[in-house]
């Protein structure tokens, strides 16, 4: 029965190996993608939902609602800027996985295949935190917009 030796595996080169063949160059082009892709997005996307939910009067009066009914701790811009600061942080870890695939990517030990693989998962879990206060940004946005229904309804009503 032979035993898990971890400097020998890390002296090995067969992850080293399969990592610079078959994974580098895609995670390389695949993180530089996303990373090119939040940061482009992050603009429009802040200033058209500031445009069309924060600054809304409504919104705002929404948002202090849930804050004296002790539903929500935030401030009216909370969500936003939450989604700006993950935003930016998954652009910069992004950005920080696609160079690290061709830094210490390169060198050919499975320490630093892994490494480089680390960073990339780290970036990956970075953008499912994205989609959680993504979601949490669009469910105030369709109570927001309920809210606004509602009053419609009851200026034609």
């Not at 002296?11 to 995670?27: I, K, Q």
């Amino acid at each position: 029965m032979n035993e898990f030796d971890l400097t020998e595996w890390l002296a090995a080169d067969d992850y080293a190996c399969f990592y610079a063949d078959e994974c580098r160059r895609g995670l390389f082009a695949g993180f530089l993608t996303v990373a090119t892709f939040l940061f482009s997005v992050k603009t429009f996307l802040l200033v058209t939902l500031h445009r069309d939910i924060y600054s809304d009067p409504k919104y705002v009066k929404f948002r202090e609602q849930l804050v004296k009914e002790n539903l929500s701790e935030d401030r009216p811009l909370q969500p936003l800027k939450r989604l700006s600061d993950r935003l930016h942080i998954s652009t910069l870890l992004a950005l920080s996985a696609a160079i690290a695939q061709f830094t210490v990517g390169m060198l050919p030990f499975n320490w630093a295949a892994s490494i480089a693989t680390l960073a990339g998962v780290a970036s990956v879990g970075d953008l499912c935190l994205i989609l959680s206060i993504q979601k949490e940004v669009i469910d105030d946005w369709i109570k927001a917009l309920d809210e606004k229904c509602e009053d419609q309804n009851e200026e034609q009503g």
